[in-house]
T-cell receptor, first 114, second 115 residues
Framework: AQSVSQHNHHVILSEAASLELGCNYS??????LFWYVQYPGQHLQLLLK??????LVKGIKGFEAEFIKSKFSFNLRKPSVQWSDTAEYFC????????????FGSGTRLQVQP | GAGVSQSPSNKVTEKGKDVELRCDPI?????LYWYRQSLGQGLEFLIY????????KSGLPSDRFSAERTGGSVSTLTIQRTQQEDSAVYLC?????????????FGPGTRLTVL
């Protein structure tokens, strides 16, 4: 069965600090990996996704993530966070076979202090 | 264009009552998903519809939960004889086609509170 672990439940940073949110997954085949973000009062929206090719993917708002197959990881990074990055971040996975629905991690709440 | 819409935005009900939650996906999207998010937890898959195919019901937690999708568009999630543990935010998502890699577009959710 698929599973996703996000070890950081709540992260507090000051503006301009660098961000790295951990995501580890368990899946026995080819994976598609996603990071979604939910800003306060807004819908979940896609930040970035990876399914093949360059393991370093760039998304919206300066976010990037690196797929490391040997570590089953897909960590999210941003070099310099802004107050507006305050949100909840979810890592998710599905495979190219089997169930199409996403398996989500429990989320990381990021609070950026001005 | 219009995104995924859900109604009602909030629903408070008494234990034992039935509730219906509605989802309008993005026009033309053939795939529709229901998830729920309980307090402090990630999103949990409930059910998936793809076109006219039989739905994937593997995530439904009990036989009190059911869903239908009429005309390949609007979907209704029904919870019978609600229990307090059903309290959660119920999210609907749609995606354009059959590709696993397609982005899922989420609605605003329905917050269900069972007293």
């Amino acid at each position: 069965a698929q599973s996703v672990s996000q070890h950081n439940h709540h992260v507090i940073l000051s503006e301009a600090a660098s961000l790295e949110l951990g995501c580890n997954y368990s899946y026995g085949g080819t994976v598609n990996l996603f990071w979604y973000v939910q800003y306060p009062g807004q819908h979940l929206q896609l930040l970035l996704k990876y399914f093949s090719g360059d393991p370093l993917v760039k998304g919206i708002k300066g976010f990037e993530a690196e797929f490391i197959k040997s570590k089953f990881s897909f960590n999210l990074r941003k070099p310099s966070v802004q107050w507006s990055d305050t949100a909840e971040y979810f890592c998710a996975v599905n495979g190219d076979t089997g169930r199409r629905a996403l398996t989500f991690g429990s989320g990381t709440r990021l609070q950026v202090q001005p | 264009g219009a995104g995924v819409s859900q109604s009602p935005s909030n629903k408070v009900t008494e234990k034992g009552k039935d509730v219906e939650l509605r989802c309008d996906p993005i026009s033309g999207h053939t795939a529709l998903y229901w998830y729920r998010q309980s307090l402090g937890q990630g999103l949990e898959f409930l059910i998936y519809f793809q076109g006219n195919s039989a739905p994937d019901k593997s995530g439904l937690p009990s036989d009190r939960f059911s869903a239908e999708r009429t005309g390949g568009s609007v979907s209704t999630l029904t919870i019978q004889r609600t229990q307090q543990e059903d309290s959660a935010v119920y999210l609907c998502a749609s995606s354009p086609g059959i590709a696993f890699r397609d982005e899922q577009f989420f609605g605003p959710g329905t917050r269900l509170t069972v007293l």
